[in-house]
């Protein structure tokens, strides 16, 4: 695994993998990953539910900074 590409650590000291790592993996593991490419299809409702909404919400407040 390489920092950068595959994780990298939060100013918490969290290691997150990031959406390439978990694409090359080939599944979702329905912990609710950070950066996961699958739209969370392994994670039970209604926490699935909250991760989608927290994500488009973030996107959009991304979007309306730049």
């Known amino acids: 695994m ?3 590409r595959d994780y990298y650590i ?3 000291g969290l290691l997150v993998f990031t959406a390439h790592y978990l694409a090359e993996r080939g599944y979702c593991c329905g912990n609710g990953c ?3 490419p699958y739209e969370y299809e392994r994670v039970p409702e209604p926490k ?3 991760l989608l909404k927290k994500r488009a919400d973030n ?4 979007k309306g900074q730049g």
């Open 2 to 4: 390489q920092e950068g």
């Open 10 to 12: 939060t100013g918490e």
């Open 34 to 36: 950070l950066n996961c």
């Open 48 to 50: 699935r539910s909250q």
């Open 59 to 62: 996107a959009q407040r991304t």
